[in-house]
């Protein structure tokens, strides 16, 4: 039986959809962001970052969204969240979900928590850049998904997947929306049809996306 421990929306929404992908019992901890649950003694004593998602497996909180993912996709070979152990499409899936995490998931961190880098959000000359820095990444993602998709690894289907269809949420209120460039509103489209996520956004009562 797994925990995680979720923010409504946050970096643990792939971690959630993978988990009911694999179709394991799982329990569910809302932690109430907005309210500073995330920094409650009881709270940083799982996750000294304070942030979500924390996952406790075995016993044993663990942290980081695509570790999560790697993590369950190591523990249930099966459940198609990643390409076979060994083979050269896990060693891509593994550079695919390493890249996104450089080129998306910190740019989306700084965006929203400028004062991680010790900025603020009244810095334009900081802000323009961590906005560029996504949209490049968007713009790779997108160049990719047009030379093959319709998933980021072709006709498979995996949990970078949930990955992207979370960091392109995130970016919905942004100057330029990930569903701006076309392969990306195409596959934004497939991904949010997909039950795993619709799942997902019913449980979290998630609306706009
Ligand atoms: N690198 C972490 C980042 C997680 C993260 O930034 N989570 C946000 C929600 S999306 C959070 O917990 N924010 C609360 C805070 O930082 O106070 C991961 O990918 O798991």
């Not at 198609?80 to 996104?100: D, F, K, R, V």
Request: proline letters at 7%; charged letters at 20%.
């Amino acid at each position: 039986m797994y925990t995680l421990y979720y923010g409504k929306g946050g970096a643990s929404m792939a971690i959630h959809a993978a988990l009911k992908e694999i179709g394991v019992p799982y329990e569910l901890v809302e932690v109430d962001l907005e309210g500073g649950q995330q920094r409650s003694p009881e709270y940083l004593r799982l996750n000294p970052d304070g942030r979500v998602p924390t996952m406790v497996v075995e016993g044993k909180p663990l942290r980081e969204a695509a570790g999560l993912m790697m993590i369950l996709a190591d523990r249930h070979p099966d459940s198609g969240l990643a390409p076979q152990s060994g083979t050269l499409a896990h060693a891509e899936w593994t550079e695919l979900m390493m890249w996104m995490v450089y080129n998306l998931a910190v740019p989306f961190r700084e965006w929203f928590y400028p004062s991680d880098i010790g900025c603020s959000k009244d810095q334009p000359a900081v802000m323009d850049a961590l906005r560029k820095k996504i949209e490049t990444g968007f713009s790779a993602l997108d160049a990719r998904l047009s030379a093959g998709g319709p998933y980021l690894l072709g006709e498979q289907f995996s949990g970078a997947d949930l990955m992207l269809t979370m960091y392109m949420r995130w970016s919905r209120n942004m100057p330029r929306p990930a569903t701006e460039w076309p392969a990306l509103k195409k596959y934004a489209d497939m991904m949010r049809a997909r039950p795993s996520w619709r799942h997902v956004n019913e449980v979290e009562a998630l609306t706009g996306w």
